[in-house]
Each structure stands twice: as C-alpha cells, then as structure tokens.
C-alpha cells in the first residue's frame, strides 16, 4: 500500500524559508508513471496546488508561488521536497504532498500524506 | 486561471436523503479533468470522482459524477452517517489546478 509521510519544522519565522519532505513508502519517485505533487491548506480554509515534480526532475509550480517555490526530487531517498521562501503569516497552513494518478501531470491526486501543519510565526 | 464555484455552501440532510453537489467552472474545463474530493475534520482529502465521472478505487457506487464543460455534479444517492464531510471539486485540467471553495454536508 502506498504511504506518502510529510515532515519538517511545524514552525518557520516570518521572512525565512519552510522546508518539508515528503517520504514515500510502498512505492518508488522513480516510476515513471506518476508525478508527485505538494497542495497546503490553511486553516478552515480551501486547498491551493503549489507544484508537481516528475522522478526526472521536471517541475509545474503555481505562477501564484512560482517566484518563491523549489520542488525537488531525491530518488536515492524516495522523498521529494517543497522549499517555499520568504514566508509570511498567510503561508500557515497544513501542507499536503500527494501522488497524481498516472500518466501524466494533469492528473487527480489519488493518494495523500497525512499532512503537516505548518505555522508562520513573527 | 479557471475559478471553481461550489453551490450551496452547505447542505443539510438526513441519513438516506440524496445528495446534490454543484461545481461550477469559470472556463470550460479541458477534457473534463474534473474531480472530487471528500475530506473529513483532521483527515486528508480522499479522491473520489476524476474525470468528472469515473469512481476512484474503492468508492461506493453511492456516489456519482456527471456533467462536462462548466457544469458539474457529484450526487450521492443514498447517505450514510460517514458521507457527512466537506467536498471539493478541483480541475486538473489547466494549470495552474485549482479547488472550489468546498460544499459541507452537514446532518440536519
């Protein structure tokens, strides 16, 4: 059963960068089948697609975060990461990294993590 | 950007009432990359419906999805206590993808 796990600081100060990892399990980044996707969710609000990464490292931001956001793969790690920079308040919310079903970027996401909250703090 | 509209906002029923979902698309949506999402306090999204109607692995047939272009539906035609949630269509379609607002059923 495929198992996505996200993990990072739950709290990043205002004006510096959040960094999180997504570990998956019971499946490999490296198939070339599927791409791997980050959304975040702030609290008691609605969910916003930040960016997609394929096991090549070819990635598809949000032009919304684009000038803030690194998405990266590690295939020797099975994990692949968000950076997301000079962060403000508006940036707490729970992160999300998900796989996308198949074939292709456009894609639904079909199997979640958990999802980490993360908290902006001045 | 294709903006998403969920109506109504919230839908207040009984166990075993139907339930009727709109989503509705600023833009037509490109190949009816259309999805739904169930997502309960605490818990991650759950796909449910892509392709505007083709029932995700492990969905009970309770739950369909229909329409194409700008008009979609997810109806859930008998409900069960665990089908109180909130529910958010997201296109794929276009990027960058984006979410509706959400609809939440609640019990009335």
């Known amino acids: 059963q495929l198992q996505l796990q996200e993990s990072g600081p739950e709290l990043v100060k205002s004006s510096e960068t959040l960094s999180l990892t997504c570990t998956v399990s019971g499946g490999s980044v490296s198939n070339s089948v599927y791409y791997w996707g980050w959304i975040r969710q702030p609290p008691g609000k609605g969910l916003e697609w930040i960016g997609t990464i394929y096991y090549s490292g070819s990635t598809y931001y949000n032009p919304s975060l684009k000038s803030r956001v690194t998405i990266s793969v590690d295939t020797s790690k099975n994990q692949f990461s968000l950076k997301l920079s000079s962060v403000t308040a508006a940036d707490t919310a729970v992160y999300y990294c998900?796989?996308?079903?198949?074939?292709?970027?456009?894609?639904?996401?079909?199997?979640w993590g958990q999802g980490t909250l993360v908290t902006v703090s001045s | 950007e294709i903006v998403l509209t969920q109506s109504p906002g919230t839908l207040s029923l009984s166990p075993g009432e139907r339930a009727t979902l709109s989503c509705r698309a600023s833009?037509?949506?490109?190949?009816?990359?259309l999805a739904w999402y169930q997502q309960k306090p605490g818990q991650a999204p759950r796909l449910l419906i892509y392709s505007a109607s083709s029932r995700a692995t492990g969905i009970p047939d309770r739950f369909s999805g229909s329409g194409s272009g700008t008009d979609f539906t997810l109806t859930i035609s008998r409900l069960e206590p665990e089908d109180f949630a909130v529910y958010y269509c997201q296109q794929y379609g276009n990027s960058p993808f984006t979410f509706g607002p959400g609809t939440k059923v609640a019990i009335k």
């Open positions: 998900a796989r996308h079903s198949g074939g292709n970027y456009k894609r639904a996401f079909d199997y």
């Open positions: 833009q037509s949506i490109s190949s009816n990359y």
